[in-house]
């Protein structure tokens, strides 16, 4: 069945041969066991989980151009993604049944590193593996910020406001000069690229004039090409730090003691505060804090001694340390790893997500609050009251900015249990309202849920939905790009807004 928008299957069958012709037979991708391989991995089997009508994997920016111009020909919809590894958020599902997904994975090229202004250009398929393997292939002593699982785009992750746990972790905050196809298939350079030539492409995130590079975060204003990333100089120390709390009401503590060390640069990066996982009684017990410090051997040694006479102030609280002149290597667990730069997938084991006797899907609760102990014991709160009524494992962590905490509660269910993923979904819903009412917004969601949770924000009726969408109709009028993606929907399909 050819996908709507398109007049007629013979004019789908049209563009299909067009896409062929533009970026080769192995590009696109038309067969049903293709085409299933490229969704939501964790809907059950007979979930409604909306199929691309084809894949196509363009290699260069000149094919995206390609594949824009004809997509525009045929009032065909694209849904892009740079890896598909986002799983938990949808993975590579459609929000517009029958899209074309784009899939930039073959677009995998380090483009530039810059060892003396601590830099990296990627194209949306480098993954974290390759970064980091660049980075050691030729020596260079900088670190890229990764997350916990070490498979998705550094790109795609950046421009879906992805999380890192290293100084330069706030990924969208280390992006620094895109490239970008519009609607049009017009290629853009934000900030200082607008430039020819200009040597500041990506050192500076202003040139003259609007600052566009937030503008294509999480929207479907263009599809980016490449982007620069600010890098790490690797220190001369590195310790992988632990402080543990026997008591789960030593929360809030945790969190106040812990604010001022961010907010004063005694702990640079993004501490994380734990739960155990998995868990599925949801009872009270201890938390774990996870940061790291970095620097001169002298002032490791003072930062680990305020930290330490900090956390005193908790009875029972304990503070180790692990200490590298260098990033730890594989076999160091997934704590010591990932604040340093190197991409791993142990969680994956710790979380039992792949095993064989009981596979397990995700989502995850992803809200913003306030850094203190109240806040990050409200929203704890919430989380766990709906959880302990699933009866299902999952957990909890508190990522720490300094100002704000980004809370990350993941939910599991049986990936072959219909009536359990939909039951997560209708609890994670009521989460998101409840929240809502706290005044706590989610910062990402599935693909599913993206115009449920776009609807929260709904200042002075909406303004905000209101601009992106005169921005959406202005840059992309015949409205192929992405559509309702974070819940901007073209004005030809804005009727499909479902919440």
């Given at each position: ?13 049209a563009?299909?041969k ?54 525009n ?40 590193v ?21 980075l ?37 905050a ?26 500041s ?9 609007p600052t ?14 490449k982007?620069?990333i ?13 402080v ?23 702990i ?20 774990t ?8 051997e ?14 005193a ?8 340390e ?19 730069g ?32 109240a ?41 072959d ?83």
């Amino acid at each position: 069945m050819h996908p709507e928008g398109a007049a007629s299957a013979a004019e789908f069958g049209a563009a299909v041969k067009e896409f062929t012709s533009a970026l080769g037979e192995d590009a696109v991708l038309t067969d049903a066991a293709s085409l299933r391989e490229f969704g939501d991995p964790y809907a059950p089997p007979e979930w409604a989980n909306p199929q691309p009508a084809l894949v196509v994997q363009p290699a260069s920016l000149e094919e995206v151009q390609a594949v824009v111009r004809i997509a525009n020909e045929h009032r065909l919809a694209l849904w892009t993604v740079s890896r598909g590894k986002n799983n938990g958020y949808g993975g590579s599902a459609v929000a517009h049944p029958g899209s074309v997904l784009v899939h930039l994975g073959r677009m995998n090229k380090v483009a530039e590193v810059n060892e003396e202004l601590a830099y990296a250009v990627v194209e949306p398929g480098v993954s974290f593996y390759d970064l980091y393997e660049e980075l050691g292939r030729h020596g260079h002593r900088l670190w890229a910020a990764v997350p916990d699982l070490g498979w998705g785009s550094v790109l795609g992750n950046a421009v879906d406001h992805g999380i890192g746990y290293a100084p330069n972790g706030d990924r969208a905050a280390s992006v620094c000069g895109m490239e970008v196809v519009l609607a049009d298939g017009t290629i853009v350079r934000t900030g200082m690229g607008a430039m020819e030539g200009s040597p500041s492409r990506h050192l500076s995130k202003r040139g003259f004039g609007p600052t566009f590079d937030g503008l294509f975060m999480q929207s479907n204003f263009g599809i980016v090409t490449k982007v620069g990333i600010w890098l790490m100089p690797r220190p001369q120390v590195y310790s992988s730090c632990l402080v543990s709390v026997i008591d789960d009401g030593d929360l809030e503590a945790l969190v106040d003691i812990l604010r001022p060390l961010v907010l004063d640069g005694t702990i640079t990066g993004q501490p994380g505060i734990f739960s155990p996982l998995p868990r599925a009684d949801w009872v009270s017990g201890p938390w774990t804090l996870r940061f790291a410090l970095y620097g001169r051997e002298a002032e490791v040694d003072l930062k680990i001694a305020t930290i330490r006479d900090a956390f005193a102030a908790i009875d029972g609280a304990t503070v180790s340390e692990n200490r590298y002149h260098g990033q730890p290597p594989q076999e160091a667990s997934q704590t010591d790893k990932v604040h340093a730069g190197v991409p791993n997938q142990d969680m994956i084991d710790e979380i039992g997500l792949d095993d064989p006797n009981l596979p397990l899907g995700h989502t995850v609760f992803s809200s913003i609050v306030p850094n203190t102990g109240a806040h990050a014991r409200a929203i704890t709160e919430l989380f766990r009251r709906h959880m302990r009524a699933t009866g299902l494992p999952g957990g909890q962590s508190l990522v720490v900015h300094g100002r704000y905490i980004t809370n990350l509660g993941l939910i599991a269910f049986p990936r072959d249990d219909r009536g359990a993923a939909e039951a997560v979904f209708e609890i994670y819903r009521t989460m998101v309202l409840e929240a809502t009412a706290l005044g706590y917004g989610e910062y990402r969601t599935h693909v599913s849920t993206m115009d449920m949770v776009a609807e929260q924000f709904g200042f002075n009726d909406h303004a905000l939905l209101r601009t992106t969408e005169k921005i959406k109709d202005a840059l992309d009028p015949n409205g192929i790009l992405s559509p309702g993606k974070s819940g901007i929907w073209p004005s030809r399909l804005r009727g499909e807004r479902g919440l």
